[in-house]
Nanobody, 123 residues
Framework: VQLQASGGGLVQAGGSLRLSCAAS????????MAWFRQAPGKEREFVAA????????SYADSVKDRFTISRDNAKNAVYLQMNTLKPEDTAVYYC?????????????????WGQGTQVTVSS
């Protein structure tokens, strides 16, 4: 499956952004979808994931209660609603797809990755 993320930008601390990831090539409903991010000088880290049928979600502790992942299988799209943004949320955000659910132990060895979208939060 091919993935393309969009929706990044510059926002002030406390603001909101909504990222989108469009899937093509294969039916997105076959895949677990996830968001990762990579800040300058840091390793890529897990942000959130959602199961194929919307029943399960998983979040990094750093974004829990501020970010919400959702998906629309009919539109082959997954979203990341980011509220109460902080400067430390500044990063390139990537969407990813895999056929397995990893619970709370997500890693980078996933099947498909999209290009990133830059999110910058100013203080």
């Amino acid at each position: 499956v091919q993935l393309q993320a969009s929706g990044g930008g510059l926002v002030q601390a406390g603001g909101s952004l909504r990222l989108s990831c469009a899937a093509s090539g294969r039916t997105m409903s076959r895949y677990v979808m996830a968001w990762f991010r990579q800040a300058p000088g840091k390793e890529r880290e897990f942000v959130a994931a959602i199961s194929r049928n919307n029943m399960f979600t998983s979040y990094a502790d750093s974004v829990k209660d501020r970010f919400t992942i959702s998906r629309d299988n009919a539109k082959n799209a997954v979203y990341l609603q980011m509220n109460t943004l902080k400067p430390e949320d500044t990063a390139v955000y990537y969407c990813a797809a895999d056929r397995s659910w990893y619970g709370s132990s997500w890693h980078e060895n996933l099947e498909s990755w999209g290009q990133g979208t830059q999110v910058t939060v100013s203080s």
